[in-house]
């Protein structure tokens, strides 16, 4: 069997399994807590039977074509998916062979190292630097197949320097992948790298501010022929009819609702960040839609917050930053929901 692709490999995979119980004010996994655009509810509640009977658009053309104007590109750049967990999982097959080396910063999206797996890949993590930033040097002598960076990273909300960047880009010779979940929150974005290379692809979903992570829709730009490639990988039938619609009129019609909706967001992201210095607690610079707050026992204070109704996402020994809280960004009524509760807790 191939180096890295064996059953017992398979095996070690441990299911992803963060703590999705229901709360009453859910701020653990950074969707859009104000909901989706109108444009995009009157898609899905206008929706024909044979959307529904029938089956979907093989590629998703449609997805395609409105990715590629509200992006500014051509629809040969573009490639979709169920989620971008679909798109990273189906790049990481599509430029990996079994025994390549995938690597990626540490810490940051925790379905890097499984989809590596799942595809028999071997994974390479690449501490942040002190400044979260990613550590070029860390790349470059990785010699991975396939570079993973996320900008803004999750969880450390910090968007990495477009010259770091530039830096991996030029000095690797792997594909590399820049996860952009976060893009629409961030005051810059690597859309400019596609000139670079042909070997850079970017990543990017409707989960969050778009508000659609329950219909699963995500995508990737990059070269045409890279764009194939992960598009061969993918396979057909990816998006449902009905998710196909919605993410259609929510990348065109109900463009000003996001903008609109990410504005509220960064306020609100600032406006949170100062109160918890206020009650003694010092987030990590963010530009995207949620906070990393350092804590002394994640774990406890999850636990708590839980007990009064708050769901938070918990990270504990976190390289350079140790236990943390990442707490989602919404509308203000429960981001004092959330602050109170933790004023109980730091009495
Ligand atoms: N990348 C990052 C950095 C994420 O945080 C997430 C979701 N938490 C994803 C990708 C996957 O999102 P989705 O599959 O919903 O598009």
């Not at 010779?173 to 850079?200: H, M, T, W």
């Not at 969050?208 to 194939?228: E, H, N, Q, S, T």
């Not at 996001?258 to 509220?264: I, Q, S």
Request: proline share 6%.
């Amino acid at each position: 069997m191939t180096p890295g692709l064996t059953r017992e490999s398979y095996r070690a995979i441990s299911l992803y399994a963060p703590n999705r119980a229901p709360a009453k004010i859910d701020l653990s996994d950074n969707t859009n807590l104000w909901g989706i655009p109108p444009e995009a509810m009157r898609a899905i509640s206008d929706t024909a039977l044979c959307t529904v009977t029938r089956y979907p658009s093989l590629y998703a053309d449609g997805v395609k074509e409105a990715v590629a104007d509200y992006l500014h590109v051509s629809p040969e750049m573009v490639v979709t998916g169920c989620g971008s967990d679909d798109v990273l999982d189906s790049a990481i097959r599509a430029f990996g062979e079994p025994g390549d080396l995938v690597a990626y910063p540490d810490p940051s999206f925790a379905m890097i190292p499984i989809f590596a797996k799942m595809n028999g890949l071997r994974e390479i993590s690449v501490p942040l630097t002190a400044s979260g930033d990613a550590d070029a040097a860390g790349y470059i002598s990785a010699r991975a197949r396939i570079n993973y960076l996320c900008t803004p990273n999750n969880p450390t909300g910090t968007s990495f320097l477009s010259a770091t960047i530039e830096q991996i880009v030029e000095n690797t010779e792997g594909v590399i992948i820049i996860d952009e979940a976060y893009a629409e929150f961030a005051a810059q974005n690597c859309l400019q790298l596609l000139k670079l290379s042909p070997r850079v692809v970017i990543t990017r979903t409707l989960s969050k501010a778009f508000g659609l992570a329950g219909l699963r829709i995500g995508y990737a730009v990059g070269d045409p022929l890279m764009v194939a490639e992960i598009e061969k990988s993918r396979g057909p039938y990816k998006i449902s009819g009905v998710a196909q619609r919605a993410a259609v009129a929510a990348l065109t019609d109900g463009v000003s609702w996001v903008d609109e909706h990410v504005r509220m967001t960064v306020a609100n992201r600032e406006r949170l960040a100062v109160c918890l210095r206020s009650i003694g607690l010092e987030s990590l610079p963010s530009d995207s839609n949620f906070l990393l707050v350092p804590v002394t026992d994640a774990n406890g204070w999850d636990r708590q917050l839980r007990n009064m109704g708050i769901a938070v996402r918990p990270f504990t020994s976190l390289p350079r930053i140790g236990d943390a809280l990442r707490i989602s960004i919404g509308p203000w009524s429960m981001m004092e929901r959330c602050l109170e509760a933790l004023r109980e807790i730091c009495k």
